[in-house]
């Protein structure tokens, strides 16, 4: 079993930045494939980004491309995402994954944290 816990949310205006943190413990072999996926309210959950905890580049979904970044620190076990030039329709419910495969798909990932709420105000 992984354990996934996301911190870092918030309320910010458009235009400004936050920095969501994904600490996972646990059996974290078992997750070597991380992703961000996020929720707005009656919507579905959407791929944001995902990267291998071995190396390579991560994989961005075009809505997000050139404002966000992933990155990590497997000496701590965690996974951030550096969210820049957030716009209101980036608004929802921030949620990290872990997996034992690169995938775009939520129900391709087996552990899931709780969420962090991300509100940007216009």
């Known amino acids: 079993q992984v354990q996934l816990v996301e911190s870092g949310g918030g309320l910010v205006q458009a235009g400004g930045s936050l920095r969501l943190s994904c600490a996972a413990s646990?059996?974290?072999?078992?997750?070597?494939?991380t992703g961000w996926f996020r929720q707005a309210p009656g919507e579905e959950r959407e791929f944001v980004g995902c990267?291998?905890?071995?190396?390579?580049?991560?994989l961005y979904a075009d809505s997000v491309r050139g404002r966000f970044t992933i990155s990590r620190d497997n000496a701590k076990n965690t996974m951030y995402l550096q969210m820049n030039s957030l716009k209101p329709e980036d608004s929802g419910v921030y949620y990290c994954?872990?997996?034992?495969?690169?995938?775009?798909?939520?129900?391709?990932?087996?552990?899931w944290g709780q969420g962090t709420q991300v509100t940007v105000s216009s």
């Open positions: 990267v291998w905890r071995h190396g390579g580049s991560p």
């Open positions: 646990g059996r974290t072999s078992s997750g070597d494939f």
């Open positions: 994954a872990a997996g034992d495969k690169f995938a775009i798909t939520w129900s391709d990932y087996n552990y």
